[in-house]
């Protein structure tokens, strides 16, 4: 029987005809498949080169590097680079602005390369995470700190899984699965499901008595109503509350014994971790919030490697959690 499946190029060349859009972003997309199936190659064949290790050094967030961390920030800032659309990007590895195309890049790009590295020794699931927003060539136009609601595209590859899932502005949230000719196929819309059956709760529960007290108060009532899981990656925790609905939660870190070790913006990244998971649920008809209340998509980042509380998935979760930290 012979396969004629949609493949994600194929669903984003109909997608920009159908909106009278030029190919620009088509060619940006095109870089980050690259990027993302080069990710899957080697994530995947890591262990026979015994790449799953430690590199040796830190990074600018104080993190140990693993080989696969810069594996995959080479591998995704390659294929940017070559696809001559981007101005600026923004990586969780690089401590600097990445400068490309300077007079002709359109997008700036916000990308974790590897998400999840506590699994990376494990071969277990990790995440390609990245957000785009457009160049403004009528406002202030290189300015590349955009908030969420920006954004014009997020999405992640779940690794080795094979499962990449984009959401774009004002068009939904989907999801394509891999196929033995690496191409993303079958295009299918993701919808946070409402029937609160199969909503899950997930947080490092290790964390709990540092969270604030109304927080460790609204878990405790309210945990007994859901099932726990928890990965240790965003990318593989949000993929879950994407298809079973629930609470994804990273609060600030405020009353650890040892004071050193709070954290009280949280632990994840504003702009290539939580504005991007932000982005994908409020296109999958849920939401995003930070310690305060504040919606995710509205922080302005004041730089490109700020921390952000999460609180992300099923609305009426979020609204009901929402009056507790406001309160
Ligand atoms: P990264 O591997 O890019 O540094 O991100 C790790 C993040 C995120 O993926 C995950 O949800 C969280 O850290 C896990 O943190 P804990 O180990 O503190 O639970
Ligand atoms: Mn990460
Ligand atoms: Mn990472």
Redesign the pocket.
Known sequence: MLQFEKTFIDFLLEHQERHKRSYNFIILMNSIMNAGKRIQYYYSTGALRGDLGLEGSVNI?G?EVLHM?LIANELVKHNLARSGRVIYAVG?EEEDLIRMNEEGGRYFVYY?P?????NVPHNLP??FLFGIAKRDLGGAEDMHLRAGREFIAAGMFVIPTGTFTIALHEAGCWRFHIDETFNYVKPTQIFIPENRKTWELS??S??RRTFAEPVRKWIKDNEGQFAFR??????G?FHRILGNGGL?L?PAIINHPDPKKNRPQG???LMY?AAVVAFMAHEAGGAAIDERGTPILDIVPEQPHQRSSLYIGSKPLIEDIAKVLKG
């Open positions: 967030q993190e961390d969780e974790d590897m998400d999840g590295s506590s990790i995440g947080f490092n290790a964390n928890y990965m240790g990656s965003l990318a925790d994804f990273y632990k994840l990244r971790e």
